[in-house]
């Protein structure tokens, strides 16, 4: 990614959002990092340029650093005002802005090239030479050893829309976006404002697009929302059981062992009749509810309640029909189904070691009142999702027809997708990363 402002031979990382200060606000900056090394072969300088925007656009320079990121000195806007504010001027300072500054200037040495031994000692190499001698070159980033084999394609699938005259009217439309795929990452736990932040999935949803399809909205659009509650039961011994291991756990075995002595008695008043339900049914094979119940008519209360057992994933699935009215639509169907094919297909590594994660999709449904597209407000949204099965129907009339160049006379798409995260009861309110979401239904 470039920034306007950078300088010639620079590194520039991947943005990343961080939440800095008391109202934890959203902010977005990326580093842009000029590795220089003199005739010895080894790095004597560095100088890294922080840029910062409120929204995933926009970058402006706001501070530099010479030593790898430890002290900063910061930068005015065109208008002669500072461009950081205090609460992030603390946070990269002090704070989680910080840490995930020096992780990109970190790896903006890793990919020139740097060994480690030398990047560990950057900031204090650059500040001990300050400018980088006349005979220093930038160092030019090394390729990935994971680079995709000969053909890979990944970017530019083109944009197809199916029919050919939909874009001329105002009718709403499903939109199919195909992105390179980013790990959602598996970051430090840092610290911001006394809180502990585990960066985890820190996925950008603003990557730029790689091709689209465009189509009308089908027949039958649904979604469902889900979450995973299992029935538990805890009967007076467990219960007494896990408050003794508890204890055991915070005050030690023997304290442990002292619990069991005194609370399992006093949770099952009639101990005596239970253990003795459990005996016999062991002996016999029987179950020990059935046991009791036959000698007492009754059972142990199974205290039994539906808990939380975390989100689920939801899917998606769509089916088009397509038939080609001239030779124009038939080539776009055959391309769109190649653009899905091809992009849902895992990539090689060129060394053929490491298989790497398909691209990945958006889907928007788009309501035109006017002809624009802007989200439909009244149709949940769907957050980035993987193509997990495409099948093509190529006689969905019933028989195999085709026209004289060989094109098929109809197709039929069927595409199950799945989210690549849950849906999260914040996300309703996160315009940051889904503009006016608050508007209409959310996901």
């Not at 029919?163 to 976006?177: C, E, H, R, W, Y």
């Not at 689920?312 to 769109?336: C, H, Q, V, W």
Request: glycine share 10%.
């Amino acid at each position: 990614m470039a920034f306007n402002g950078a300088p010639a031979g620079a590194i520039n990382s991947d943005p990343i959002q961080s939440k800095v200060g008391a109202n934890q606000t959203n902010i977005f900056t990326a580093t842009s990092t000029v590795v220089t090394q003199g005739s010895d072969g080894r790095v004597n300088g560095g100088t890294t340029t922080l840029f910062y925007s409120n929204k995933p656009d926009n970058y402006i320079p706001a501070a530099t650093s010479t030593d790898g990121g430890k002290t900063w000195t910061y930068l005015n806007d065109s208008n002669g005002k500072p461009v950081l504010g205090a609460d992030a001027k603390n946070s990269l300072e002090n704070g989680v802005l910080k840490n995930n500054t020096q992780a990109q200037i970190q790896s903006a040495t890793t990919k020139a090239g740097v060994p480690k031994e030398q990047a560990k000692t950057l900031s204090e190499t650059a500040a001990k030479a300050g400018d980088a001698p006349p005979t220093s070159t930038p160092i030019a980033p090394t390729s990935d050893t994971g680079e995709a084999a000969k053909g890979t394609k990944t970017k530019d699938f083109g944009n197809f829309i199916y029919p050919a005259d939909l874009g001329s009217t105002k009718q709403d439309v499903i939109k199919f976006t195909i992105l390179e795929y980013q790990p959602g990452g598996f970051g430090q736990q840092t610290t911001e404002g006394g809180t502990n932040l585990l960066q985890l999935n820190q996925r950008k949803t603003n990557r730029t697009p790689q091709g689209t399809v465009t189509l009308p909205i089908p027949s039958g659009i649904s979604d469902t929302n889900a979450c995973n509650w299992k029935t538990d039961e805890l009967d007076a011994n467990k219960a007494a059981l896990g408050a003794a291991a508890f204890s055991g756990i915070s005050q030690g075995i023997g304290k442990m062992f002292e619990n069991i002595s005194t609370t399992v008695p006093e949770a099952i008043p009639d101990a005596k009749t239970a253990a003795t339900s459990a005996f016999a049914a062991a002996a016999s094979g029987g179950e020990k509810g059935s046991i009791l119940a036959r000698a007492e008519g009754v059972i142990t209360n199974p205290n039994m309640e539906l808990l939380f057992g975390g989100p689920t994933l939801r899917p998606f699935s769509f089916t088009f029909k397509m038939s080609a009215r001239n030779e124009g639509e038939a080539k776009t169907i055959i391309d769109i189904i190649r653009f899905f094919k091809r992009g849902m297909a895992p990539i090689k590594t060129e060394a053929n070691l490491f298989l790497k994660t398909p691209n990945t999709f958006n889907i928007q449904y788009l309501h035109r009142p006017g002809g624009e597209n802007k989200d439909h407000p009244f149709i949940g949204r769907i957050k980035e999702c993987a193509l997990q099965s495409f099948t093509t129907n190529y006689t969905p009339e019933g028989q195999y027809a085709t026209y004289t160049d060989g094109v098929m006379v109809s197709y039929e798409i069927q595409m199950q997708f799945t989210e690549l995260e849950p849906v999260f009861n914040s996300d309703y309110d996160d315009e940051s990363n889904y503009p006016k979401v608050k508007d209409g239904i959310g996901f």
